[in-house]
């Protein structure tokens, strides 16, 4: 039997302080298992296996990351219905605050 490690947490990390979200969401894309393999492809398969920023297909080579619609520290939480799958460089950009086009998750 593999032993599985678990990333730790870092102490200082508030879910509710603005600052620490992408910290979060990172959390999210690191945990691997069989639970959040299906998460994922359902997340893939409701978004035709695109980002829905840049409508650009999403795979192995480009990398994804798991974006929350409405942050924790607005009261999001990580259910299915708030997440989506975004390229890392689209996420990087909305969280600078330069992605300011609609996403077009509206529609799932």
Same mark, same amino acid.
């Given at each position: 039997m593999p032993i599985v490690r678990h990333p730790k947490i870092n102490s200082d990390?508030? =879910?509710y302080d603005p600052?620490?979200?992408t910290y979060f969401e990172s959390r999210l894309? &690191? %945990?691997v298992n069989s639970? !959040? +393999?299906e998460r994922l492809h359902r997340l893939l398969s409701r978004q035709n296996g695109e980002c829905l920023y840049c409508k650009e297909k999403i795979t192995a +080579?480009? @990398?994804w990351n798991i974006h929350r619609l &409405? =942050? %924790?520290y607005l009261g999001g939480d990580n259910k299915a219905s708030n997440t989506v799958v975004v390229h890392p460089y689209c996420h990087n950009s909305i969280h600078r @605050?330069? !992605?300011t086009a609609a996403p077009s998750y509206m529609a799932l």
């Open positions: 990390a508030n =879910p600052t620490h979200e894309d &690191v %945990l639970r !959040n +393999k +080579k480009t @990398g &409405v =942050p %924790l @605050g330069q !992605n």
